[in-house]
Nanobody
Framework: QVQLVESGGGLVQAGGSLRLSCAAS????????MGWFRQAPGKEREFAAG????????YYKDSVKGRFTISRDNAKNTVYLQMNSLKPEDTAVYYC???????????????WGQGTQVTVSS
């Protein structure tokens, strides 16, 4: 059974930082892309960042470019999202995702975590 478990969310003031982690179990994703989505209250889920299997190709949503950094450790089957200069509009539930069939950094993605809440106060 494949599981993706996120951690690291919380409450932070605007301008602060958080680091999200997502540990995968049940299969290895070292040959496939992984990513982070987010969903704010009343809004659709959006793709925030993606990373290739090798960790050398990235995608970032325009609104997070220069502030968020995605990385991965294939030996630990884990993907990270370093979030700096956080803004209130970054408030959302953040979901980890992994693909089992695509090589594109933008997916599609087949497995999802349960989500971790990030709240940025002004």
């Amino acid at each position: 059974q494949v599981q993706l478990v996120e951690s690291g969310g919380g409450l932070v003031q605007a301008g602060g930082s958080l680091r999200l982690s997502c540990a995968a179990s049940g299969r290895t994703f070292s040959a496939y892309p992984m990513g982070w989505f987010r969903q704010a209250p009343g809004k659709e889920r959006e793709f925030a960042a993606g990373i290739s299997w090798s960790g050398t190709t990235y995608y970032y949503k325009d609104s997070v470019k220069g502030r968020f950094t995605i990385s991965r450790d294939n030996a630990k089957n884990t993907v990270y999202l370093q979030m700096n200069s956080l803004k209130p509009e970054d408030t959302a539930v953040y979901y980890c995702a992994a693909s089992k069939r695509s090589l594109a950094v933008t997916g599609p993605f087949d497995y999802w975590g349960q989500g971790t809440q990030v709240t940025v106060s002004s």
